[in-house]
């Protein structure tokens, strides 16, 4: 049996791949900013049998073209832009069973917090919650997230080795510092987690030294 997936594409800004679109009378891109038009469009998207929604991101600016932003901003081409992980929660609380497909670079944030907030958004979403990994292919972020003299390691293929540390960090955070039964919130012996089932990863790479526990309980 073939099975059709069906997945909406949206992006946290005004316009995605649709220039010029929010001129139209009929149209709501520019409530981007208002979180009804995320909490009308998640059960829609479910009462369309829509299986998810896919919110692409960027960090940086479309800024080549007359050596500016300039041309980006006057067209709202994915500029202004929100970020979408807060979008995710109250799109999960008014929705049983649409997932979520977020786009987040790896190259801007240290993974730590990140596999925080990720582990946040699986709970709150009861594991509706996908990952697009990009290593950002805009240079305009790249520089405005690198401390001096890190910029250079934002060529092709040192982007990707760089991702593949922070996927590494982000795995042994997710799937190696606790046990699936770490928490046994028993309110007789008043343990809330035995600590004998939480490790630190002991993280000691080419960009990231992480050698503590994550701090989130395992997530769906
Ligand atoms: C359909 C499609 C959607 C993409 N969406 C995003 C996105 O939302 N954010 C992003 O940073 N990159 C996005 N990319 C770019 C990829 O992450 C990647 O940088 C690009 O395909 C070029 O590959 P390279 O990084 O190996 O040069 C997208 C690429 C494709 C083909």
């Given at each position: 049996?073939?099975?059709?997936?069906?997945?909406?594409?949206?992006?946290?800004?005004?316009?995605?791949?649709?220039p010029g679109?929010w001129?139209?009378?009929e149209?709501?891109?520019?409530?981007?900013?208002d979180?009804?038009?995320?909490?009308d469009?998640?059960?829609?998207?479910?009462?369309?049998?829509?299986?998810?929604?896919?919110?692409?991101?960027?960090?940086?600016?479309?800024?080549?073209?007359?050596?500016?932003?300039?041309?980006?901003?006057?067209?709202?081409a994915?500029?202004?832009?929100?970020d979408?992980?807060?979008?995710?929660?109250?799109?999960?609380a008014?929705?049983d069973?649409?997932?979520?497909g977020?786009?987040?670079?790896?190259?801007?944030?240290?993974?730590?917090?990140?596999?925080?907030?990720?582990?946040?958004?699986d709970?709150?979403?009861?594991?509706?919650?996908?990952?697009?990994?990009?290593?950002?292919?805009?240079?305009?972020?790249?520089?405005?997230t690198?401390?001096?003299g890190?910029l250079?390691?934002?060529?092709?293929d040192?982007?990707?080795?760089?991702?593949?540390?922070y996927l590494?960090?982000?795995?042994k955070?997710?799937e190696g510092?606790w046990?699936?039964?770490?928490?046994?919130?028993?309110?007789?012996?008043?343990?809330?987690?035995?600590?004998?089932?939480?490790?630190?990863?002991?993280?000691?790479?080419?960009h990231?030294?992480?050698?503590?526990?994550?701090?989130?309980?395992?997530?769906?």
């Open positions: 049996m073939t099975r059709i997936r069906f997945n909406a594409f949206d992006m946290n800004c005004v316009v995605h791949p649709s679109l001129r139209h009378p149209d709501h891109s520019r409530d981007y900013t979180l009804r038009y995320w909490t469009l998640a059960p829609l998207l479910e009462t369309g049998y829509f299986d998810g929604l896919f919110l692409a991101d960027v960090l940086g600016l479309y800024d080549l073209y007359g050596a500016s932003p300039d041309a980006a901003l006057r067209a709202a994915q500029v202004p832009v929100n979408p992980l807060p979008l995710v929660s109250a799109m999960a008014v929705t069973n649409l997932g979520f977020l786009t987040t670079g790896t190259a801007f944030e240290h993974p730590f917090p990140f596999a925080r907030r990720i582990s946040t958004l709970h709150l979403t009861d594991g509706r919650l996908g990952w697009n990994v990009v290593t950002g292919y805009l240079p305009s972020a790249a520089e405005n690198q401390s001096r890190q250079d390691t934002f060529e092709h040192a982007r990707y080795d760089h991702a593949d540390e590494e960090v982000l795995y955070l997710w510092s046990d699936q039964d770490a928490v046994l919130a028993d309110p007789v012996s008043g343990v809330y987690t035995d600590p004998a089932k939480v490790r630190p990863i002991n993280h000691a790479g080419t990231y030294t992480v050698p503590g526990i994550h701090v989130s309980e395992p997530s769906p």
